[in-house]
């Protein structure tokens, strides 16, 4: 596997691989891989001749008051992982290589899209994310990229500056990888203490409970809200940033729950905030 860390490495790289006529893939993480990322990474092995990985803690997709420094980094068994699923190249660079001195351009998706869910509660984030993944595609001359389920709204705003600034790349919505007990994967699942873990379980046991009501007919949003509101309530250590049931992609407002509804929230446990979602289905 090729390690690229500077713009001039990851531009030749593409380019040789354009020259030759191969699809390339690109899947954006922040590192400390998991399953999760794994998934995305075998999707876009199976889809594309090259597949492209970038490991970037991207600065700017953090609030002043988030976990931007203790965020985890281990590049070394990053790169194990990404070895073992025959990724061909990772992209790494130093923040100072994405945002050189002088830099002053943001991607901002203005509207609905990005002012509600994890848009309220994290300021900016959404710029942070747009204005990363449209270099990471730019860069990596991307035929298709790969992002997961478990950020839904992050692929909804994705899909939309994709689709308004006319970039040449398809987006690819992959699943939710989970633990056997449920539990959503993500990097920030380290942060966990044994007793938090356990406690973290409520978020997709809250979920579960809803899709179970709507597959015996529950239909009406606020009641499904409620059924997971209930459930996390059960568990002394969650704290609620949101519980929102919304149509999927669109992220309109609904009153009557369907098939293509996400139910999406947001849970701290102890310092730790958590998000899982589903989409609903009979
Ligand atoms: P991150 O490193 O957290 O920025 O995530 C990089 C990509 O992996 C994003 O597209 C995430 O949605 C995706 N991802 C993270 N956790 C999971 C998971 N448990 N299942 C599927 N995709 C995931």
Do not use: W
């Not at 999707?43 to 609030?63: H, L, M, Y």
């Not at 790969?146 to 970039?167: C, H, M, P, S, Y």
């Not at 633990?179 to 699942?189: D, I, Q, V």
């Not at 899709?211 to 509101?229: D, P, Q, Y």
């Amino acid at each position: 596997m090729e390690i690229l860390t500077t713009l001039q490495a990851i531009k030749d790289y593409a380019a040789q691989a354009k020259k030759q006529g191969k699809s390339i893939g690109l899947v954006p993480t922040m590192g400390a891989l998991h399953e999760g990322h794994l998934t995305l990474m075998r999707e876009a092995r199976a889809k594309c001749d090259i597949v492209i990985a970038s490991v970037f803690v991207n600065p700017t997709q953090f609030g002043p008051n988030e976990d931007y420094d203790a965020y985890p980094r281990q590049f070394a068994a990053d790169c194990e992982k990404l070895e073992s699923v025959n990724v061909d190249a990772v992209f790494h660079p130093e923040p100072a290589e994405m945002y050189p001195e002088g830099y002053c351009t943001y991607v901002n998706v203005e509207g609905d899209i990005t002012h509600k869910l994890c848009g309220a509660q994290r300021p900016g984030h959404f710029r942070g994310v747009a204005t990363v993944v449209t270099k990471l595609i730019n860069l990596a001359r991307a035929d298709e990229a790969f992002f997961g389920q478990k950020d839904a709204q992050q692929v909804t705003v994705i899909r939309r500056f994709v689709e308004d600034l006319n970039i040449n790349v398809h987006i690819n919505m992959v699943p939710i990888a989970r633990e056997e007990n449920g539990l959503a994967r993500s990097s920030r699942n380290t942060y966990l203490s044994p007793a938090e873990k356990e406690a973290a379980l409520v978020l997709s046991r809250s979920l579960k409970a809803a899709k179970a009501a709507f597959a015996n007919g529950e239909r009406e949003i606020s009641a499904l809200e409620h059924i997971v509101t209930e459930e996390l309530h059960k568990e002394p250590m969650a704290n609620i940033d949101y519980v929102k049931a919304y149509a999927y992609p669109s992220l309109k407002p609904l009153t009557e729950a369907s098939e293509d509804t996400l139910l999406a929230i947001a849970v701290k446990i102890g310092k730790t905030r958590l998000i899982d979602n589903v989409i609903l289905s009979a």
